[in-house]
């Protein structure tokens, strides 16, 4: 039997999406798998919230807190984090959001879910505290993916370029697929999308895309592709931009009037997710123009809700969505607006694209991912 510790502190906390998501998913894949092994979840603050797994004899929570002002996240995971874990006697932890301890005595497992955090975000606005969080993934990220017994990522994109950007054995890294959390099904109810259109007073036919704190998201760009629409089509179709983090979004907005079509955009700020399932039903095409991605979850998520795909053809984007979506060159406003419009136009595209989509995203499972994962437990342990 394993005593398996993960570090849980993004299941407390309110940002969605991205390391909230896969930490959140992975937890539960695991207790559905595994009944053997106990668990020690080390969170950095009190939460009633849903996730807790009910299996208490082999999940218990640590409330390893964040003490210190702007520096409590570095001082809670390369000090307190450690000594948690030594008292706790786990055999190995799980960092599943990229950075770890440096020194921590025991084998570890990293999640790597890209290397983008190797070029940190730029551009106005940007506040103290975020920038030296970058600085201190710049500097921790690559010793402990180094000092990892393994390495899990979520594509094999991601693999290679942890393999070459960061000379890690590739005996070592190992690739565990995410997959669209049970919320994010089709619809068939017309109340429910008439009552989240009227909740965040939408017209009935719109254009959703996503944005978040990092620039690669690319919501400028898909402005742009929505400014290069035929006005007919901009005035069927508003565009909804829906943000997990608010950074990047008041920058934007104030671009709008130059555009011109300000009344025809819609930024819509910590949807949550139920919310944001219904969107992806209700939404008449999602685009995800990104600059980069590990793996790209968001359009797997509108797949399983049915909703056509346009996504950028770089980086894991081929790989993950394999021809179910409609790629296109994410630099390329124009080759992105005539992509939107054919999908908009043309219902034997749409409906070929929702057919593939929904096909697609069931290849992909978070129990799947759990039984990976444990595998990968069991590699840095040596135990297989």
């Known amino acids: 039997m394993m005593r398996i510790g993960i570090d849980a502190r993004f299941l407390t906390h309110p940002q969605l999406g991205g390391f909230k998501t896969y930490t959140e998913n992975l937890i539960a894949g695991l207790a559905a798998v595994?009944?053997?092994n106990e668990y020690v979840l080390y969170v950095d603050r009190l939460s009633a919230e849903r996730w807790r797994p009910t299996d208490r004899r082999t999940f218990v929570t640590r409330v390893v807190p964040a003490t210190l002002p702007t520096l409590g996240m570095p001082?809670?995971?390369?000090?307190?984090?450690?000594?948690?874990a030594a008292h706790d006697r786990i055999d190995l932890l799980h960092s599943p959001t990229l950075t770890a301890p440096l020194r921590l005595g025991r084998p570890s497992v990293v999640t790597a879910h890209d290397?983008?955090?190797?070029?940190?975000?730029?551009?106005?606005?940007?506040?103290?505290?975020?920038?030296?969080?970058?600085?201190?993934?710049?500097?921790?990220?690559?010793r402990a993916i180094r000092r990892a017994a393994a390495v899990i990522t979520v594509s094999h994109t991601a693999k290679a370029s942890i393999i070459a950007e960061l000379g890690v054995s590739s005996e070592r890294v190992f690739v565990t697929y995410e997959a669209p959390p049970p919320?994010?099904?089709?619809?068939?109810d017309p109340l429910r999308l008439t009552s989240v259109r009227r909740k965040y007073d939408l017209g009935d036919r719109f254009i959703l895309g996503m944005?978040?704190?990092?620039?690669?998201?690319?919501?400028?760009?898909?402005?742009?592709?929505?400014?290069?629409?035929?006005?007919p089509i901009r005035m069927q179709h508003e565009l909804v931009v829906v943000w997990a983090h608010d950074t990047l979004m008041a920058e934007l907005a104030t671009d709008l009037p130059?555009?011109?079509?300000?009344?025809?955009?819609?930024?819509?700020?910590?949807?949550p997710s139920e919310d944001l399932a219904l969107l992806y039903n209700a939404a008449a095409v999602f685009v995800f123009p990104s600059l980069g991605e590990g793996f790209g979850l968001p359009p797997l998520e509108a797949m399983a809700c049915g909703t056509p795909v346009i996504a950028a053809n770089n980086s894991a984007?081929?790989?993950?969505?394999?021809?179910?979506?409609?790629?296109?060159?994410a630099g390329d406003a124009r080759a992105l607006a005539a992509a939107l419009e054919r999908v908009l136009s043309d219902k034997k595209v749409r409906e070929s694209l929702i057919d593939a989509g929904r096909k697609r995203a069931a290849a992909f499972s978070w129990t799947k991912c759990a039984e990976e994962t444990l595998h990968v437990y069991r590699k840095a342990l040596r135990l297989v």
């Open 317 to 329: 984007m081929p790989e993950i969505l394999d021809g179910a979506g409609w790629l296109v060159d």
């Open 34 to 36: 595994d009944r053997n």
């Open 258 to 271: 130059g555009l011109g079509f300000t009344e025809r955009v819609r930024f819509l700020n910590a949807v």
């Open 75 to 84: 001082w809670r995971e390369q000090i307190l984090l450690p000594l948690q």
């Open 115 to 142: 290397t983008f955090w190797r070029a940190p975000h730029r551009g106005p606005g940007r506040r103290v505290k975020r920038t030296l969080m970058d600085a201190y993934n710049r500097y921790v990220s690559p």
């Open 183 to 188: 919320i994010y099904v089709p619809v068939a």
């Open 211 to 231: 944005g978040s704190a990092d620039p690669r998201k690319n919501v400028g760009g898909l402005l742009r592709a929505y400014a290069a629409l035929p006005p």
